[in-house]
């Protein structure tokens, strides 16, 4: 069965301080590849997506992911992380259903907590 | 622009209670719908999904059904609630025919007493 890996559970940074968040996937067809975000009280809500070209990928506010298909992983990363980055982050990947047609089913890490210390 | 909504935010529901939360999308027409329960440590679930009016998709087995009336209102229901229906609702909406990223709703937050 498909699944997505999401290694740091809970992590906890400094302002300035780098971050990237591990993402694995096991499925060995086609996939689209996303990260989500959902800030204290929010929509969970798109950070960035790569589906072909490219395996570097640029998302809003300075966030960025690589895809490596050898590796099945696609980490998200940030050279200089605020304290308005504290989020829980997911990794989904996206697999077809095949229901009457394209459709899509998103298969969710189960969440990266990032606490940002100012 | 498209918006979801999703209604009610908080519900807290006695054990054998029924269970109606509901979710309309505006602005777009044909949508994939899709219902997920997001537990803490755990990720997103998906429930049940929707490609058209009256076509639902279960994903897991529960004691949850959910219903498609219209193109744009999907509705997730119990006949009676367990204690361990309890958890975050989410609603989401993607467009129909292609592997584009899906819309997310505010969520209801279901306790079960």
């Known amino acids: 069965a498909q699944s997505v890996s999401q290694h740091n559970h809970h992590v906890i940074l400094s302002e300035a301080a780098s971050l990237e968040l591990g993402c694995n996937y096991s499925?060995?067809?086609?996939?689209?590849l996303f990260w989500y975000v959902q800030y204290p009280g929010q929509h969970l809500q798109l950070l960035l997506k790569?589906?072909?070209?490219?395996?570097l990928v640029k998302g809003i506010k300075g966030f960025e992911a690589e895809f490596i298909k050898s590796k099945f992983s696609f980490n998200l990363r940030k050279p200089s992380v605020q304290w308005s980055d504290t989020a829980e982050y997911f990794c989904a990947v996206n697999v077809g259903l095949g229901y009457g047609g394209a459709t899509n089913k998103l298969i969710f890490g189960t969440g990266t907590l990032l606490a940002v210390q100012p | 622009s498209q918006t979801i909504h999703q209604w009610p935010a908080t519900l807290v529901q006695p054990v054998g209670s029924p269970l109606s939360l509901e979710c309309t999308v505006e602005g777009t027409s044909n949508p994939n719908l899709y219902w997920y329960r997001q537990a803490a440590g755990r990720g997103l679930q998906l429930l049940f999904y929707?490609?058209?009016?009256?076509?639902i998709s279960s994903e897991v087995p529960q004691n949850l059904s959910a219903s498609r009336p219209q193109d744009r209102q999907f509705i997730l229901s119990s006949k009676k609630l367990l204690l361990s229906d309890s958890g975050f609702y989410l609603c989401?909406?993607?467009?129909?025919?292609?592997?584009?990223?899906?819309?997310f709703g505010p969520g209801t937050r279901l306790t079960v007493t």
């Open positions: 499925y060995g067809g086609t996939v689209n």
């Open positions: 929707s490609v058209g009016i009256g076509q």
């Open positions: 989401a909406w993607s467009p129909a025919g292609g592997w584009d990223e899906q819309y």
């Open positions: 790569y589906f072909s070209g490219d395996p």
